[in-house]
């Protein structure tokens, strides 16, 4: 049986005189079958899946061969570099109006398409008001708009939650048996065991054929510490008598009891797509709109600007917060607005593993690494606060490991740590945040 799509001998290096990235890969294929690539942050597995997908933008040689009349669709992981338009019915009716669909035809297809990845909402919701799982599902439903024969995703688990790794298992399922072929990048393969029929691990640019763990891959967590636990007098870093958090349109997102949280605390803020986890913590950082609300950080009211390099945040979207040339540029650079000293950069960069990424850009490197990077350029300010919006996403066990033990560093010098996730995890937290049924939960996981 011919392949839908094949890869045969493909070599690239992302610059002439570098070690190849890729090296003899070849992969098939088939129709109704799934092929999922595991491998350490940085391999080369999103390179391989912008070959697979026509587009690249590096130096490759070798075939890539497409059946006749089949086309191919591609989720990156960032959604936010694929969005076009600024309401979701016209984000999924994109590709029908470059097809010559007739406009009348297209509202079917574009609910449909909403539909089959669980985000039955109107044509005219605004993407600005979703949240980065309820855009990464959105892209999906624009790229099976045009029923492509061969649908490609990156690292699907880092961006959903729960749930949305059930419906999406659910719907790849349906996509198989009715022929079309599907390649994942995953570190969490276990998660899709039931959809792979075919698990590679790439390693030094080579693909081997391997098989799927039968437990999920270790998490990552924090040793529990006697430094952790804080005396009576501790500093309050965050307070709030309570409050109802609310979008810029005025739907209110959830309500929240009193907060407070002590110097050298670690609260896990838990909660599905779209329930408001990175509202809070933008709004805490002095990005949202806070006016009015009755929250205290480090006893000011959250603006921009007024906490220096006292309070850090990182976003879900790395590039967002990365600007320089190179990965040193980018570490050296709030160090030298602040006038903190330079040796911490090559400090952290030693601790992540990155000091071989130092000349190179931040700007073409994989998710993973971005979110590396923009953690590193943080960490090394070594701040008071420190909001942390899902910070291990595209990250393998290892390097999820690693960022842990930098945080924990940080913790033991008092430093208060947030960090927004879907799933909950063993971080020896002093609280736990979940944000469901529209009400913010308070739990102590035990004193600090």
């Excluded at 070599?11 to 491998?39: F, R, T």
């Excluded at 927004?420 to 736990?432: G, V």
Aim: net charge negative; charged share 15%; hydrophobic share 40%.
């Amino acid at each position: 049986m011919t392949p839908l799509l094949s890869l045969d001998s493909i070599d690239c290096a992302h610059k002439d005189g570098e070690p190849a990235l890729l090296s003899g890969i070849s992969l098939s294929l088939h129709a109704g079958e799934c092929h999922c690539i595991s491998g350490a942050t940085g391999a080369g597995k999103s390179t391989l899946l912008l070959l697979a997908a026509g587009l690249g933008g590096v130096l490759c040689q070798g075939q890539i061969c497409v059946q006749s009349g089949v086309t191919r669709a591609l989720v990156l992981q960032d959604p936010h570099t694929q969005l076009l338009r600024r309401t979701i019915g016209a984000e999924v009716a994109f590709s029908l109006e470059n097809l010559g669909i007739e406009p009348s035809q297209m509202p079917v297809k574009v609910r449909r398409a909403l539909q089959r990845v669980g985000l039955d909402l109107p044509f005219g919701t605004q993407v600005a008001t979703l949240s980065l799982g309820q855009k990464y599902r959105l892209m999906i439903a624009a790229q099976l708009v045009s029923e492509p024969g061969v649908l490609m995703l990156d690292e699907p688990w880092a961006q959903l939650d729960d749930e949305g790794v059930r419906s999406l298992t659910a719907l790849l399922m349906k996509l198989k048996a009715e022929g079309m072929a599907l390649l994942l990048v995953e570190h969490h393969a276990d998660a899709f065991a039931e959809l792979i029929d075919h698990y590679w691990t790439l390693k030094a640019g080579r693909l081997t054929a391997s098989e799927i763990a039968t437990q999920a891959e270790p998490q990552p967590c924090f040793i529990p510490s006697t430094a952790f636990f804080q005396s009576p007098n501790a500093e309050v870093r965050l307070t709030s008598p309570g409050f109802t958090l609310q979008h810029s349109q005025g739907e209110a997102l959830f309500e929240s009891p009193a907060l407070e949280v002590n110097a050298g605390e670690l609260v896990l803020l838990c909660g599905t797509n779209g329930c408001g986890k990175s509202s809070l913590l933008s709004m805490l950082a002095g990005c949202g709109d806070a006016t009015g609300l009755p929250v205290s950080v480090m006893g000011k009211t959250p603006e921009l600007g007024t906490f220096g390099y006292n309070l850090c945040y990182l976003m879900q979207r790395p590039n967002r917060q990365l600007f320089e040339m190179t990965v040193e540029a980018e570490l050296s650079y709030s160090l030298k607005r602040y006038g903190l000293p330079q040796e911490r950069g090559a400090r952290v960069m030693n601790s992540l593993q990155i000091a071989g990424l130092a000349q190179h850009s931040p700007h073409r490197l994989s998710y993973g690494q971005q979110h590396l990077i923009a953690l590193a350029s943080l960490v090394c300010l070594e701040p008071k606060v420190f909001l942390l919006d899902d910070p291990f996403a595209g990250l393998d066990s290892v390097h999820s490991q690693l960022v842990v033990n930098l945080l924990q560093q940080l913790r033991a010098r008092g430093c208060t740590l947030i960090i927004a996730t879907h799933r909950p995890m063993a971080l020896a937290q002093s609280q736990t945040w979940h944000i469901r049924n529209q009400r913010l939960e308070v739990e102590y996981v035990g004193q600090t």
